[in-house]
């Protein structure tokens, strides 16, 4: 038994049950999440960055947003983002904006219309280490879902080079003919999605 001493004026009491001390470190351990999805904010845009630039750079030379764009999203418009998160660390994400005609333009890939029927995805892309796991489409049939939640949103609209139409058509995206937009000369399908319409049940492919 252990006695706890005080004051010489105050009358000693014993401790019935030893006290148990906790390590802080061993306590922490398992704080963070194995897996969450949420919004994401302009504290992200780093790590956003830094994923889509070793994604497309290396292929085409261009990244879809600048860094001060996806601030400027992240900004304006995060509850239209989607991350993906393996214990505090983000391994793929989605970025749109709203947008309010029928069509993209190129002034799309630049601005957001708040309060507008249609979501512009502008990039889904998913960190060099964690690709080939199917991650890509899991994460997409998130954000579609989410999407159905998210108050006047009636379809969502984005642009991808002809390989990648099959990757959308598979969840549920249909095409619209050729693109308006083009970057560095390279020509895009533009895709459309009803947020009303089939649900995407293929989870998984090789993205």
């Known amino acids: 038994m252990a006695q706890v001493c005080g004051s010489p004026f105050l009358k000693p009491f014993f401790l019935k049950t030893p006290v148990r001390v906790v390590n802080p470190l061993r306590q922490r351990r398992h704080t963070l999440p194995a897996s969450e999805f949420r919004n994401l904010t302009p504290q992200d845009a780093i790590s956003v960055f830094e994923i889509e630039r070793e994604a497309f750079v290396s292929v085409s030379g261009e990244c879809p947003l600048t860094l001060d764009e996806v601030l400027n999203f992240l900004g304006q418009c995060p509850e239209l983002s989607l ?12 970025i749109g904006s709203g947008w309010d005609k029928e069509r993209l333009s190129q002034e799309a890939m630049t601005q957001h219309v708040p309060d507008t029927p249609t979501v512009h995805i502008h990039v889904l892309s998913v960190h060099r280490h964690c690709r080939q796991q199917g991650k890509g489409s899991i994460l997409l049939w998130r954000y579609l879902q989410y999407l159905r939640c998210v108050p006047g949103l009636r379809r969502a609209l984005l642009i991808c080079e002809d390989f990648l139409v099959p990757f959308y058509q598979k969840a549920g995206f249909k095409e619209k003919g050729p693109s308006a937009i ?10 459309e999605y009803m947020v009303g319409g089939q649900a995407y049940t293929r989870r998984n492919s090789g993205c």
């Open 83 to 94: 991350g993906w998160f393996e214990e505090g660390r983000l391994v793929a994400f989605i």
């Open 182 to 191: 083009s970057v560095s000369n390279m020509q895009f399908q533009e895709m």
